[in-house]
């Protein structure tokens, strides 16, 4: 700004010289004095600039604000998103991801509910974390499976590369350092227990498959409310006793899928589609 001003004036300056009157009547202009006043003048606009930036910069100033971004996931459906580091997530039906726009130069956060799959782009400098209404997540880069939907008692978190570092949010509030090809469940207490991972199946949500080995009927209907936002009420207890092993298609319906099942056990089905109700008679 100095220099700035310095140039102006010094135009000003040669230009009045070059037309004054005082130069006709014989009083020449003093020069080095109108230089000195105007680099007064400068240096007193230049030092209101700077006090003026300075304060702009750090007197009241709040922390910047960051832009969220929300996506909800709709029964029956999944969606795939890329975040601004490069981290690579999958929402399961019924979840819903809360992250920022551009993440900051300290952290990388999001939240959910739901059930959600990140490919996490490596960044030493910057923890990635998962934040949701049980249990907090950590990791730097690493692929894992995050089931904790906030209408459900059930959390498990899965971890197919790298590492996590687990840590519940109710109870004792137990912390664990998650290894790959296993998975920590939360227990009523707030205790996580780890679990080895040898079928992968259940995770290829992903490409819309419901997969499931040797379950028996009541999960594999808990599994079917998650996936499509129903309620199945069993009234019919002699389902009970059977376990299945096999894979619908999501895109199939629900109805699909109770259909086959119908096929191995005798069971009937009635919707209440005002309140969302599947009742197994």
């Known amino acids: ?54 304060i702009s910069n750090n007197v009241g100033k709040t922390a910047p604000v960051l832009e969220m971004n929300k996506i909800v996931v709709p029964p029956g459906q999944r969606a795939n998103l890329t975040l601004s580091d490069g981290t690579n997530v999958w929402l399961n039906a019924r979840t819903k991801i809360v992250y920022p726009a551009v993440f900051d130069k300290s952290v990388r956060q999001v939240a959910v509910d739901g059930e959600a799959y990140f490919d996490v ?19 730097l ?15 498990e978190v899965t971890l197919m590369e790298g590492s996590v570092r687990v840590a519940s949010r109710i109870g004792l509030g137990d912390t664990l350092m998650l290894k790959p090809d296993s998975k920590a ?17 259940p995770y290829r949500w992903k490409e ?5 080995r040797n ?7 808990s599994d079917l409310e998650k996936y499509f936002g129903v309620s199945i009420v069993v009234e019919n207890k002699n389902v009970l006793k059977y376990y299945f092993t096999g894979k619908f ?3 199939d319906g629900i109805d699909y899928a109770l259909r086959v099942l119908q096929r191995d056990i005798r069971f009937k089905y009635e919707r209440d589609d005002e309140n969302q109700i599947i009742y197994i008679r």
């Open 208 to 212: 819309g498959l419901i997969c499931f």
């Open 141 to 155: 880069g690493t692929k894992f499976n995050v089931e904790g939907y906030s209408d459900k008692d059930d959390f």
């Open 1 to 54: 700004e100095l220099i700035r001003e310095r140039k102006y004036f010094d135009v000003l300056l040669l230009h009045k010289t070059k037309n004054s009157s005082m130069v006709q009547s014989g009083h020449r202009f003093s020069l080095p004095f109108v230089i000195r006043e105007s680099l007064k003048i400068a240096a007193a606009i230049s030092v209101l600039l700077v006090s003026a930036l300075y």
């Open 249 to 251: 298609r999501q895109a």
């Open 121 to 139: 782009a490596k960044d030493k400098k910057r923890p990635f974390i998962v934040e949701t209404g049980k249990c907090n997540m950590e990791v």
């Open 185 to 201: 469940c939360l227990q009523k207490d707030g205790r996580l227990k780890v679990i080895p991972v040898d079928d992968y199946n």
């Open 215 to 221: 379950e028996s009927f009541l999960s594999i209907m």
